[in-house]
């Protein structure tokens, strides 16, 4: 019996529909998550539109997804109903190819990827692999945690890899979904921390959120701002906009780093010239591992970070797409489930 709600897509550019469906069993190396929360994140554009790469329809999108275990399959032993879990990204690794076999599974060649390779979090119920799996501490909320799923893990973990330490100067461009966390963990880990934004209403919540200073991208000259205090060690950069960041380049320190995840199409413009002098480099960052994730979870339970959420119920997941694609939500939408 149909019993399952998922919010599908059945081709590309076209409008989710809302369907009933048999709960699934999880099969070997598996568990079935009772879905409670499933952020709505830009990438699942890719899926709604059409634009990644090999994508088989219908599917259930969405990989920002927190909820319990509801059923465990065959070989699963590290795993237990109703433990507390979140997927992101990284829906699985295959253990053989190159990078698997250095430990960096985010970087799988044959990398399954929650809401895209197979059904994600907009729906009740989902099939996870077990390797994908973090566990969720208690103080965060089914709300709170699934944006850490995704944009959360993201500012976190390229920030701890970045080179910087405690007491640089870090820049965090763009105060949006991405940014708003950025900010938070740049300050809790210690550093120096600037945000740029653009428009002085910005500034209170910046400084709220632990920035030492803000920089109005609309009023002053952030590269000589930056170059004021010493140029910047890293700068975070999370609005996708390669024009906004191109000029970033020069408010780099001696070895600064422009660390690049808000995701553009348009190339990012420097010349040689600008890296050599000062050794200064552009680096991307993706997510995680299912072990990464747990790091950034545990590490906002730790410390109190929270994303700033807006919810809605799955049977308006439509609604939160659009909201999330309008720039005007503050500043995560998240799907939540009754």
Known sequence: MAQMTAVQISRPRAPFEVVARDIPAPGP?????RVQA?????SDVFVKEGHWPGLQYPRVTGHEVAGVIDAVGAGVTMWKKAQRVGVGWH???????????RGDFISCQN??????????????????????????PDSLSPAEAAPILCAGITTFNSLRHSGARAGDLV????LGGLGHLGIQFASKMGYHTVAIGRGKDKEPLALKLGAVRYLDAASVNVVEELAKLGGASVILATAPSSKAMSPLVDGLGVGGKLLVVGASADPITVTPIQLIGKRRGIQGWPSGSA?????????????GIRPMVETFP????????ERMLSGKARFRVVLTMS
Request: with cysteine; hydrophobic share 40%; net charge negative.
């Open 38 to 42: 499933c952020g709505v994140c830009h």
């Open 91 to 101: 829906g699985g690794h295959c253990g053989q190819c190159v990078s698997c076999r």
């Open 291 to 303: 072990r990464d994730s747990e790091d950034a979870l545990n590490f906002c339970a730790l410390t």
């Open 314 to 321: 799955l049977e308006q997941a439509a609604a939160g797409y």
């Open 171 to 174: 820049a965090v461009q763009g």
């Open 29 to 33: 190396n598996t568990v079935r998550i």
């Open 111 to 136: 990398l399954r990827i929650t809401g895209f390779s197979d059904d994600g979090g907009y729906a009740h119920y989902m099939i996870a692999k077990s390797e994908a799996l973090a566990a969720i």
